[in-house]
């Protein structure tokens, strides 16, 4: 199945560095090198419709493209991030049109983009926010987090990655005990079990995590993309075929004009400049 991507963003303002679009679902500001989406569905707990996930894969895209985009950075609100998919949507379902469903296409993106990719997480992350949570590379959560994968409520399973992702992070015991209660977890749980790398309070998640996301935005793209495909690249391959993936990515980059400023501004003791 094929995607087309189009532009559906509308400029609101533009400064020197700094732009930002509204789509139906999304507000999307691009500022030094850091794309900031945010769920704007707050009235309906910002639940993950395909019109959310297809803006949320269309930004992806772009960004994949532009070199000038080095991070992004996914968001809700203070007091939701994603409450899970739309139920509406899900009850029209029948088992051809959702093995047919497009939505597995937006996910598919999501979970493929190459470039650093991080959530800050406060409120609501439950079903499908959870699994849109885990397809971040780097979580911050803020101290009202509630994170879980709920779906046996309403007599279904995960469908985004859920069963996947979860045992991938926590473990065996731990993902069968919220996938199967349905119970979900708090901050600092989150954090305890590794889905989380830091506890934020509520009014700074987003803050702190935009910060981080400039950080790492001044790293070498090229070096970045490459880091990032070698760790995920762990999760699917034995250790001597991961150490030989990182060694070849090691080598490929020694040939990078990133490589070299790196070094120089290094030993010049200035900081680097990746153009």
């Known amino acids: 199945m094929r995607i087309n991507f189009n532009y559906s963003g509308h400029l609101c303002s533009r400064q020197r560095t700094s732009v930002t679009m509204t789509y139906q679902d999304l507000q999307v500001t691009k500022n030094d090198g850091v794309v900031h989406i945010q769920l704007t569905r707050e009235k309906s707990l910002n639940a993950l419709r395909n019109l959310t996930l297809k803006e949320i894969a269309d930004v992806l895209h772009h960004a994949e493209k532009n070199r000038d985009e080095k991070c992004v950075v996914i968001s809700g609100s203070e007091s939701v991030f994603a409450a899970g998919a739309d139920i509406g949507e899900m009850q029209q379902l029948s088992p051809v049109s959702s093995l047919q469903n497009i939505r597995a296409e937006y996910w598919k993106v999501i979970r493929k983009f190459p470039k650093p990719l991080l959530a800050s997480v406060n409120g609501y992350a439950l079903g499908a926010g959870c699994e849109l949570m885990m397809h971040c590379d780097i979580v911050l959560v803020g ?96 250790l001597e075929q991961g150490l030989e993936h990182e060694r070849r990515a090691f080598s490929i980059l020694t040939a990078s004009t990133d490589r070299e400023e790196g070094i120089n501004a290094f030993i010049e003791k200035r900081p680097p400049n990746y153009i």
């Open 143 to 238: 101290n009202n987090a509630l994170i879980g994968q709920p779906e046996i409520n309403l007599g279904i399973i995960p469908g985004a990655g859920g069963t996947q992702l979860l045992i991938r992070t926590i473990g065996k015991a731990m993902a069968m005990k919220m996938i199967l209660s349905g119970e979900p977890i708090n901050a600092e749980r989150a954090l305890e079990s590794g889905l989380a790398i830091e506890l934020c309070p509520k009014e700074i998640t987003l803050k702190r995590t935009l910060k981080l996301a400039n950080e790492i935005a001044k790293k070498s793209p090229l070096a970045l993309r490459l880091a990032k495909e070698a760790v995920l690249h762990a999760f699917e391959s034995p």
